[in-house]
């Protein structure tokens, strides 16, 4: 069974882009959830989709934002990039949302300059 | 919200020998404990996880204790080997995956 995969892997935009990144799940997983990855505030969710519906969000500005499709496909999209929004972006698929396992795909390394 | 810490965060262990990694988590409402180990240029992998109302489970080499009282549960490693070498994270799951910081495990040969 394919993993998570994520596109682009590797990106590099200028501040005050905007960025959209993919996720395809596991097949028959239908939740992904998002996470940030920072050397120094390491791994901090951003939300979490299921059923193309966001069902947990994280502490996060509205500069980040996501979507999930009928196929349980996910994107996420960042507006008005800074340069602490250069990071390691990961997103997991689930079977369903709650206490399931998760798997994590290779991540978007994001550079902002 | 759920706050989780995580000691060691380095850990140099000789081939062989045992390395055990211990979290605590602040929300009493979380109620399950993934393990995952990172590798350079990869996204985390999960490598054994526990629910709240087990307090130990056993793969192969790894093991996983839980204490829900003291909030506290641990990674164990046994028999070590230079593959076992990468950054290991503990989670707690309330509504979310709560990281720790991680632990930097080498193995040395």
Redesign the interface.
């Known amino acids: 069974k394919a993993g998570?995969t994520q596109t682009p892997r590797y990106l590099i935009k200028t501040r005050g882009q905007q960025v959209t990144l993919s996720c395809s799940p596991i097949s028959g997983h239908r939740s992904v959830?998002w996470?940030q990855q920072t050397p120094g505030q390491?791994?901090?969710?951003l939300f979490?989709y299921f059923s193309e519906t966001q069902r947990?969000k994280?502490n996060f500005p509205g500069r980040f934002s996501g979507r999930q499709f009928s196929n349980s496909r996910s994107e996420m999209n960042v507006s008005t990039l800074e340069l602490g929004d250069s990071a390691l972006y990961?997103c997991?698929s689930s079977l369903s949302s709650g206490?399931y396992?998760?798997?994590?795909?290779?991540?978007t390394r994001l550079t902002v300059t | 919200g759920e706050n989780v810490e995580q000691h060691p965060s380095t850990l140099s262990v000789q081939e062989g020998d045992s390395a055990v990694i211990k979290c605590t988590y602040s929300d009493s409402a979380s109620?399950?404990f993934?393990w995952?180990k990172q590798e350079l240029?990869?996204?985390?992998?999960?490598i054994i996880?526990i629910?709240s109302n087990v307090g130990e489970k056993k793969d192969q080499r790894i093991a996983v204790t839980l204490n829900k009282t003291a909030k506290h549960f641990s990674l164990h490693i046994t028999e070590t080997q230079p593959e076992d070498s990468a950054v290991y994270?503990c989670?707690a799951?309330d509504?979310?995956?709560?990281?720790?910081?991680?632990t930097t495990v080498t193995v040395r040969a």
């Open positions: 998570v959830s996470y390491g791994l901090q969710f979490e947990n994280g990961l997991a206490t396992e998760q798997y994590f795909g290779p991540g | 109620n399950y993934p995952y240029g990869k996204g985390p992998q999960l996880d629910r994270f989670a799951h509504y979310k995956l709560s990281f720790g910081a991680g």
